[in-house]
Each structure stands twice: as structure tokens, then as C-alpha cells.
């Protein structure tokens, strides 16, 4: 199947620092990776689409100048939380489609704790 | 806008089988996910319906309906190792691939 990693997997930050978190899909080529976040015993909630080469789509409410989101190679997407705070404390996973039927394979995930 | 309903809990027993179910209500439907996720790591990859009817693969099979709006997992033999939450998500027209995630069955797998 396809394998994607994430790095850090897990990170603690002080509160006003930027973050940021990196998605590699390892055997296969995603134009189109997704970052979503999740908070405990919560489903999925999408925040962006990264399209390689192009801009990110944010989903409503979420703020493109706080998730700052580059996909700068067919590999590699990063997210950067800017000026944290402890409200953007959370798991945060990506995921890069893969496969005839563009199934999404996921990252292993970071956690994210600001204080 | 989309809705995807799932029961939160299930129990059940080791050895035996489970089916958990899912119905949804979408504009415009392309096509039905399973995954499974532990607690603290992302989800895994389980199975993928766009046609009516059951998929197998191994002790998991899935099941759509399209005109029901209804799709279940079923899981044999369980094991313990099973006790995970199972999320059902669909892509849906004008979502592209964008999964809309249900929210979750969290399923615990006894002795």
C-alpha cells in the first residue's frame, strides 16, 4: 500500500511560536495531499487541500494566514501553525491520494501541544 | 450539505461477528471509505465501495447501497486487536476526492 510519514510526530511548543509539520508520501507521487486535524474522540475535520505547485484550498473557517501550507515538490507538503496558541493544540494528520481509485492513505500523525 | 450517521459504540464479543453501519445523505455521491483507527495514530485504509454490493477482503467486508444511502462493515472472527474506531466517509460531486468523515463507531471487542 501507500506509505506517507509525517515529522514531528509529536511536538510541544511555547505559545506564540510557529510550528511546523511535514508530510512525505515515500512511495508514490501525491499532487494532492489534505490536512486535517482532530481533537479527542472527535472525527476528521479537513482544513485544507494541498495541490503541488499551486495554492492551498482552505476549508470554511479555517485561516490560510495561520496554516500556511506549501507543496512545493510531487513528496512533500508542509504545515506551519503560526503564533500558537493553546487552542490549535490538537492531532493534526495529513493524507496524499494514491491508486486508480485515488484512496486517501494517511500519515502516522502529530501531535501538536502548545502551552 | 452532507450527513453521515454512525452508531458511536458497539460491543462484541471475541470470535464472533459485528457489523457496524452507515447511512449518509450527500449531494451527490462517488463513492464509500472504511477506516479503522486506533487510539492516538491515524486511520488505516480498510475499503473503498462506489457500485452496489459486498466487497470481501478477508475477516472484512463492506457492503453499499446507493439508491439506500446505506453501507455497513462487517467484521468476522473478531479478534482483539479489532477494537478500534471504524470511520466511514464519502466523496461526493463538487467535493472532488475530499472525504467527509462520519463520525465514528468506536467498537470494543471483548473476551
Known amino acids: 500500500g501507500a506509505v506517507v510519514s509525517q515529522h514531528p510526530s509529536r511536538v510541544i511548543c511555547k505559545s506564540g511560536t510557529s510550528v511546523k509539520i511535514e508530510c512525505r508520501s515515500l512511495d508514490f507521487q501525491a499532487t494532492t495531499m489534505f490536512w486535517y486535524r482532530q481533537f479527542p474522540k472527535k472525527s476528521l475535520m479537513l482544513m485544507a487541500t494541498s495541490n503541488e505547485g499551486s495554492k492551498a484550498t482552505y476549508e470554511q473557517g479555517v485561516e490560510k494566514d495561520k496554516f500556511l501550507i506549501n507543496h512545493a515538490s510531487l513528496t512533500l507538503s508542509t504545515l506551519t501553525v503560526t503564533s500558537a496558541h493553546p487552542e490549535d493544540s490538537s492531532f493534526y494528520i495529513c493524507?496524499?491520494?494514491?491508486?486508480?481509485?485515488?484512496?486517501?492513505?494517511f500519515g502516522p500523525g502529530t501531535r501538536l501541544t502548545v502551552l | 450539505g452532507q450527513n453521515i450517521d454512525q452508531p458511536t459504540e458497539m460491543t462484541a464479543t471475541e470470535g464472533a461477528i459485528v457489523q457496524i453501519n452507515c447511512t449518509y445523505q450527500t449531494s451527490g455521491f462517488n463513492g464509500l471509505f472504511w477506516y479503522q483507527q486506533h487510539a492516538g495514530e491515524a486511520p488505516t485504509f480498510l475499503s473503498y465501495n462506489v457500485l452496489d454490493g459486498l466487497e470481501e477482503k478477508g475477516r472484512f467486508s463492506s457492503f453499499l447501497s446507493r439508491s439506500k444511502g446505506y453501507s455497513y462493515l462487517l467484521l468476522k472472527e473478531l479478534q482483539m486487536k479489532d477494537s478500534a474506531s471504524y470511520l466511514c466517509a464519502v466523496t461526493h460531486g463538487g467535493g472532488g476526492n475530499k472525504l467527509t468523515f462520519g463520525t465514528g463507531t468506536q467498537l470494543k471487542v471483548e473476551l
Open positions: 493524507s496524499g491520494l494514491a491508486g486508480e481509485t485515488d484512496t486517501q492513505y
